[in-house]
């Protein structure tokens, strides 16, 4: 039988008199498991983590009781982070399959990524409820100086959670995106590029609205943005016969789509608010752009909206009309 978040068996802590539970089934892990056996690890993966001790007292430094409980208290602020912000995005969850959360710490850097904070959708398999998240050094790095200077202290940075949280709500589109990433041929790679928009989009909407969004200032900015790099990307691509990993993040370079991203999703929302809600965009617009506050149930019914209406085939064939339109403009 499936399992929502409000019976959650395997969290009996955190259940309520009321039957709903509190806290989520999350789980922080370093990885590779310094305490198992079968993980090999090198000194210098972990000996930079901020409060670690450099010893060879217990044969490796990393057995040692005091980097043993630094990596527990890792763990423990990195779930509870986590939890944090997945409480403001629970309502969201309500019909969503959430057995575990697993957030592996990456320290020595295998993934690769210089980002702070990733949704891994390979990882995750919805379908037995469970998803999976990770938190790269330049993430780690802050963590353990918070811990080390003082926990209370720490001011939390929740939305980097949020907008990874965000991702995981929108697993199926995400899988849709990524059979793009990796294809060859130029026209694929082109569309992978323009979905990029729609993901990060998505996923910093909040932050748009919360008012933490810099760099673009409008529907009208985002867009001329979105086609002048669109424009370079496919010519870039369509030059080549077929692209390489290589050519394509060398292409790809530049990180517009997470400010022009959520402006494109309220664009392509509007017919929706105008018909449903009787709501014009361009009040929306303006009340971003004079910093007004917008109530917490405004903001999550916008992305909600957006994870339910703007699908990878409602964006493409968005676009289309905005790369036309921009291109008569041109001409
Ligand atoms: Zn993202």
């Known amino acids: 039988m499936k399992q929502t978040l409000s019976t959650q068996p395997s969290s009996p802590a955190g259940q309520t008199n009321t039957g709903i539970i509190e806290a989520l089934p999350v789980i922080a892990y370093l990885s590779p498991d310094p305490l198992d056996d079968d993980s090999y690890i090198e000194e210098d993966w972990i000996s930079w983590i901020p409060g670690y001790l450099n010893s060879e007292e217990y044969g490796v430094s990393y057995l040692h009781p005091h980097n043993i409980d630094l990596a527990r208290r890792i763990e423990s602020f990195t779930e509870e982070q986590f939890q944090k912000a997945f409480k403001r995005?629970?309502?969201?969850?309500?019909d969503k399959y959430v057995k575990?959360?697993?957030v592996g710490i990456d320290y020595s850097g295998m993934l690769g990524s210089d980002g702070t904070a990733s949704f891994d959708y390979v990882r995750s398999e919805p379908e037995c409820g469970h998803y999976s998240f990770?938190?790269?050094?330049?993430l780690l790095y802050r963590y353990a100086n918070q811990i080390i200077q003082s926990e209370q202290a720490a001011s939390d940075n929740l939305g980097i959670w949020e907008h990874e949280i965000i991702h995981a709500l929108d697993y199926r589109q995400i899988l849709i995106a990524s059979a793009f990433r990796d294809s060859k041929n130029p026209l694929n790679g082109l569309t992978y590029y323009t979905l990029r928009y729609r993901e990060e989009g998505i996923a910093n909407l909040l932050a748009l609205l919360d008012g933490d969004i810099d760099g673009v200032h409008s529907i009208h900015e985002a867009k001329a943005l979105f086609?002048?790099?669109?424009?370079?990307?496919?010519?870039?691509?369509?030059?080549l016969e077929e692209t390489s990993d290589n050519d394509r993040g060398k292409i790809f370079e530049g990180h517009d789509f997470y400010e022009a991203?959520?402006?494109l999703i309220l664009d392509m929302l509007s017919d929706y608010?105008?018909?449903?809600h009787e709501i014009d965009m361009a009040s929306i617009e303006k009340r971003i752009q004079n910093k007004e506050t917008f109530s917490e149930s405004e903001k999550l019914g916008i992305l909600s909206a957006a994870l339910k209406f703007i699908s990878t085939s409602w964006f493409l064939s968005s676009i289309d009309a905005y790369l036309y339109t921009?291109?008569?403009?041109?001409?």
């Open 273 to 276: 608010y105008s018909v449903v």
């Open 326 to 331: 921009e291109g008569q403009n041109h001409n």
């Open 134 to 138: 990770a938190v790269h050094r330049r």
């Open 261 to 263: 991203g959520p402006w």
């Open 227 to 239: 086609t002048k790099n669109c424009e370079r990307v496919g010519k870039e691509l369509l030059a």
């Open 100 to 102: 575990q959360m697993t």
């Open 89 to 94: 995005l629970k309502s969201l969850w309500h």
